[in-house]
């Protein structure tokens, strides 16, 4: 027999996590009732090490419960109010927080893999050693948090990250869709093989980021800070770097197009064998030492040294640049 859409009642395929026709997530199987020392809480018991998996908990009140270890595994939490509630080294994986109330709470050392955080309240919410990894992040405000959790394979949309810390997070092969990040702090930060469209990053930190084989696409990088960033075959379409900051960074066999590098400062970065076709690279501010050895630019054949030289020279300056034919200027 077919499972039913808990909300507006359409037939939905087993085990699936969302109803096409509404877009309200589902429980993975069929959810147990609240229990009774939950219906009946007091608000002063404890509820340490309780075992509330698979229970539909929506709308329940569990302000400033204590949850700490608790096994909420499967559960619905749609719409539950847990602010100020210890959830230290609970199991939240695959449960359900759509408009839940998470104010304050202590998540440290939780695990969340897999669960579904949308148009959740996680002002002030403690995140550190949290694990969020394959979770959905949807509708969020986390500007300004200080984020130190795994949130490697996780999709993020639609979310607020102005001036959040990620210094510490894992965001190796991350789904970021319409993400505000401008003027987060990125430095160091694992993304490699992440995926970032429709996403503002104006003024970031992402020094000594490792980006590698990462997807850009609609992108605004606008002053951000990538010096000596990892972009070793990443991949740059309709990307702005325009007075990004990208010395040193590595773009060894790049795919970068129709990328703006107005006052991009690229002394001693490295595009070998990069793709920079429909790119302004020749408004940049420095190549300097720059590596373009076996760099493409459809401008010109890339065996033609004289004119891919005087294009470049535009820029005013290619000290000990690599040219795309081996050669070095001097």
């Not at 500007?143 to 190796?172: C, M, P, R, W, Y």
């Not at 993400?179 to 469209?197: C, E, F, H, I, T």
Request: net charge negative; glycine share 6%.
């Amino acid at each position: 027999m077919a499972r039913k859409c808990v909300n507006c009642d359409n037939d939905i395929r087993d085990f699936a996590r969302i109803c096409a026709s509404c877009e309200t997530f589902q429980p993975l199987k069929e959810l147990s009732p609240v229990p009774s020392n939950i219906s009946n809480w007091n608000g002063s018991d404890s509820l340490e090490n309780l075992d509330l998996s698979w229970c539909d908990l929506s709308h329940v009140s569990l302000r400033r419960a204590n949850l700490e270890g608790a096994n909420l595994e499967g559960a619905d939490l749609s719409f539950a109010d847990l602010s100020e509630a210890n959830l230290r080294e609970a199991n939240l994986h695959s449960v359900i927080l759509v408009g839940a109330n998470l104010e304050r709470a202590d998540l440290t050392g939780a695990s969340f893999e897999d669960a579904v955080l949308w148009n959740t309240n996680l002002q002030k919410t403690y995140l550190s050693s949290t694990n969020l990894a394959g979770a959905y992040l949807r509708e969020l405000d986390l500007h300004n948090a200080f984020i130190e959790t795994n949130l490697s394979q996780a999709h993020i949309q639609d979310v607020d990250l102005k001036g959040a810390s990620l210094t510490s997070a894992n965001l190796e092969g991350v789904s970021l869709y319409n993400v505000q990040l401008d003027g987060g702090k990125l430095g160091g930060v694992n993304l490699r093989g992440s995926s970032l469209r429709a996403v503002t990053a104006t003024r970031a930190e992402l020094v000594m980021a490792h980006l590698g084989r990462a997807n850009f696409e609609d992108v605004d990088l606008n002053r951000a800070n990538l010096f000596e960033a990892k972009l070793k075959e990443v991949s740059f379409k309709n990307v702005v770097l325009s007075e990004a900051d990208l010395r040193g960074a590595n773009l060894e066999s790049a795919f970068l197009r129709f990328v703006e590098f107005d006052q991009t400062m690229l002394k001693d970065s490295v595009f070998k064998n990069a793709d920079l076709a429909h790119c302004t690279l020749e408004k940049a501010a420095s190549l300097d030492f720059a590596n373009l050895e076996g760099l493409y630019l459809d401008f010109v054949h890339p065996s033609t040294q004289d004119v891919v030289y005087e294009r470049l020279r535009e820029i005013g300056s290619l000290e000990g640049v690599t040219l795309p034919n081996g050669t070095v200027t001097s």
